[in-house]
């Protein structure tokens, strides 16, 4: 995902499915190395068992490969300079991980545009959080976030 790419050149919405693109091939490549067989240099595991071995190096490697946190701050990186243009972040009461509404619109509307199969189940699963994925989230884990409104 580190190639070369010029987010300063591109709209959001031109940035947004360039996200799309990078984040789908990077998933999807790491699925697949996942899934491809283990070799018979990699051995068996303690108990014989090499369909076992298999599992745990699979499940190994989609737990430490993939990184959301990771991918947040590359996706937050590309949009957020186009937010940033003419802004004076420091100045800003938001969050470091926070957009404008104005800007998350944007992002959405892109994906509806470009995707609309995809983002029509996206908004019925997500729909599923009463107040949204974010204060569902503050809630499990314990803390007690303000609504906005």
Not at 19 to 31: D, H, S
Not at 74 to 81: D, E, R, T
Not at 83 to 106: A, F, H, P
Request: net charge positive.
């Amino acid at each position: 995902m580190r190639r070369e790419y010029y987010p300063s050149r591109n709209t959001i919405e031109q940035n947004t499915d360039e996200l799309i693109k990078a984040f789908g091939a990077y998933v999807v490549y790491c699925f697949v190395q996942a899934a491809s067989p283990v070799s018979d240099s990699t051995g068996v595991d303690k108990y014989g068992d090499k369909s076992q071995t298999s599992d745990r190096l699979a499940s190994f490697w989609i737990q430490n490969v993939l990184s959301p946190f990771d991918m947040y701050n590359y996706f937050f990186a590309v949009i957020a300079y186009n937010q940033q243009r003419g802004q004076n972040r420091i100045q800003s009461k938001r969050s470091l991980y926070e957009l404008e509404t104005d800007t998350v619109e944007k992002i959405l509307d892109a994906i509806k545009k470009k995707y609309p199969e995809y983002y029509e189940s996206l908004a019925e699963t997500s729909s599923n959080y009463i107040r949204g994925p974010k204060q569902s989230a503050l809630e499990h884990t314990g803390r007690k976030g303000r609504s906005r409104k």
